[in-house]
């Protein structure tokens, strides 16, 4: 028969091991050092990207920087200063968990607006080899004189974002995250040019820039 005091180690084990990873989920010993430092650096993130330029910086409110225990983040508007386009986009950085269940979908949907297409799998190469996959989202203003709206979003823990079918899974080992979100014009009949592409193939580069890569735990 087994030791009492033998299956009362593996307990012990078992009890520490599992109340240090929730610990970490949880963030009850504060966030980690390379995560403070990775914060900071995405604020660093210029507010100039080629013909963009940073037209509002506006600060997440206190209570939903909590709620989504982001280390870091940049919520910025960017004016094209040559063809006047507008693009909004939000870098957060933050555990997986949090990072993966706030959507757009929701997010507008409680707002002034409603789905107008159902999410696809958009992408494109960027110009320094990495690979970019983001949800592409149509939405359309409850309000009759309001803009159509597309959104893209996606995730990343090594530079190359993904559309993730279900992140909190596939994103589970990693305990911090990047999330990328843009609003902007979708494309129109007739009109061969991306504003939310242009914007990105200027952006992500510049962005790698104030990304660092996160060690697991």
């Known amino acids: 028969m087994k030791s009492p005091f033998a299956a009362a180690i593996i307990i012990t084990v078992l009890t520490i091991v599992s109340g240090t990873i929730h610990g970490r989920m949880t963030l009850r010993w504060g966030q980690r050092p390379d995560v403070i430092g990775a914060g900071k650096r995405l604020k660093a993130l210029p507010d100039s990207v080629g013909a963009w330029k940073a037209v509002a910086d506006i600060p997440l409110a206190d209570p939903v920087v909590k709620m989504l225990q982001c280390a870091g983040h940049v919520n910025r508007t960017y004016k094209n200063s040559e063809t006047g386009d507008r693009v909004a986009v939000a870098v957060l950085l ?79 080992g990693s305990p911090f995250l990047y999330k990328l979100q843009l609003a902007g014009p979708p494309p129109t009949d007739g009109d061969d040019r991306d504003v939310c592409e242009e914007f990105l193939a200027e952006f992500l580069p510049q962005l790698k820039q104030h990304m660092l890569g996160l060690k697991q735990p």
Do not use: I
Request: hydrophobic letters at 35%.
């Open 94 to 172: 933050g555990p997986s968990g949090p990072m993966a269940v706030h959507t757009p979908e929701v997010c507008y949907s409680a707002r002034d607006y409603r789905t107008s297409q159902g999410r696809v799998r958009w992408g494109f190469d960027c110009a320094n080899g990495d690979q970019a996959e983001f949800w592409d989202v149509r939405l359309k203003a409850n309000d009759l004189s309001g803009m159509p709206l597309r959104v893209l979003y996606g995730w990343t823990r090594d530079g190359n974002w993904h559309a993730s079918q279900s992140p909190r899974f596939e994103f589970a």
